[in-house]
Nanobody, 125 residues
Framework: QVQLVESGGGSVQAGGSLRLSCAAS????????MGWFRQAPGKEREGVAA????????FYADSVKGRFTISRDNAKMTLYLQMNSLKPEDTAMYYC??????????????????WGQGTQVTVSS
């Protein structure tokens, strides 16, 4: 059974940091691209960052470039998102997702086969 379990969310003041983790199980983790998405109330889900199978290439939304860092540990089957200099507009539910193939751009969420349940990030001003 495939599982993606996010953790590390919470409440933080603007300028603070959080590190999200996503523990994967039930599939061949190292063969899947991994991504982080977020959804704020009343807004569409948006791609935050993605990483290739070996971790050699990363992608970021313009809104988080220079502040967030995505990484993965294939031995531990875990995905990470280090979030620094957080802003109130980063407040959202954050989801990790796994895609066997990326052919239409990493932000196209329908390419992702598996999704976690999400972890809430709240940034206060």
């Amino acid at each position: 059974q495939v599982q993606l379990v996010e953790s590390g969310g919470g409440s933080v003041q603007a300028g603070g940091s959080l590190r999200l983790s996503c523990a994967a199980s039930g599939y061949t983790y190292s063969k899947y691209y991994m991504g982080w998405f977020r959804q704020a109330p009343g807004k569409e889900r948006e791609g935050v960052a993605a990483i290739t199978t070996g971790g050699g290439t990363t992608f970021y939304a313009d809104s988080v470039k220079g502040r967030f860092t995505i990484s993965r540990d294939n031995a531990k089957m875990t995905l990470y998102l280090q979030m620094n200099s957080l802003k109130p507009e980063d407040t959202a539910m954050y989801y990790c997702a796994a895609a066997r193939w990326i052919t239409m751009g990493w932000q196209y969420d329908r390419q992702y086969n598996y999704w976690g349940q999400g972890t809430q990030v709240t940034v206060s001003s």
